[in-house]
């Protein structure tokens, strides 16, 4: 099975700051990799598909980028509601795979 | 509005059973593949397993392969999860997930508020 590595597993940072989430998969996903956003208590967020593809409803500052093994999640300025865990997850291969999650909190 | 609500969560001995089931509404739920993904207390997501919209494809987590039966009855809108032979490491919060699909995949764009499956003596 793919397994996905997100970096780093916590990152400290204040609102109005960047974040920068990375994704590294075992092998080859193509662009066929999602990520989510997780509050606590709450169900998960689908936030981009296919890479770089913001889900319906979902901010501008959130953007992604990548291909093959490498991906990146930017939040271009943080809100105090984007504090929350992040995951990564491939559909490339069965059975789909979802990193360890980032952890978004506030320095 | 779309909306998945599970229900049939609860505290079960090690070697027991439990039904999971995640009503739909809002959507044709007829037209869409549906997963079940769980997250152990303080754990990531896992995904458990999958069916395609008229049940011509299943697919299980090696964890749980055996063990858990997925079904549907697209009739009623519900999606279940017969889950046999408990174990602790099954206790988890149990998520239903619909999937859309684009140009090559499938992604969960909508998701239940989730059943809390407790496997304790």
């Known amino acids: 099975e793919i397994v996905l590595t997100q970096s780093p597993a916590t990152l400290s940072l204040s609102p109005g700051e960047r974040a920068t989430l990375s994704c590294r998969a075992s092998q080859s996903v193509s662009t066929y990799l999602a990520w989510y956003q997780q509050k606590p208590g709450q169900a998960p967020r689908l936030l981009i598909y296919?890479?770089?593809n913001r889900a319906t409803g979902i901010p501008a500052r959130f953007s992604g980028s990548g291909s093959g093994t490498d991906f990146t999640l930017t939040i271009s300025s943080l809100e105090p509601e984007d504090f929350a865990v992040y995951y990564c997850q491939q559909r490339s291969n069965w059975p789909q795979t979802f990193g360890q999650g980032t952890k978004v909190e506030i320095k | 509005e779309v909306q998945l609500v599970e229900s049939g969560g609860g505290l079960v001995q090690p070697g027991g059973s439990l039904r999971l089931s995640c009503a739909a509404s809002g959507f044709s739920f007829s037209s869409y593949s549906m997963n079940w993904v769980r997250q152990a207390p303080g754990k990531g997501l896992e995904w458990v397993s999958y069916?395609?919209?008229?049940?011509?494809?299943?697919s299980y987590a090696d964890s749980v392969k055996g063990r858990f039966t997925i079904s549907r009855d697209n009739a009623k809108n519900s999606l279940y999860l017969q889950m046999n032979s408990l174990r602790a490491e099954d206790t988890a919060v149990y998520y239903c997930?619909?999937?859309?699909?684009?140009?090559?995949?499938?992604?969960?764009?909508?998701w239940g508020q989730g059943t809390l499956v407790t496997v304790s003596s």
């Open positions: 069916i395609t919209s008229s049940s011509s494809t299943i």
């Open positions: 997930a619909r999937d859309f699909y684009t140009l090559g995949s499938y992604y969960s764009d909508y």
């Open positions: 296919d890479a770089s």
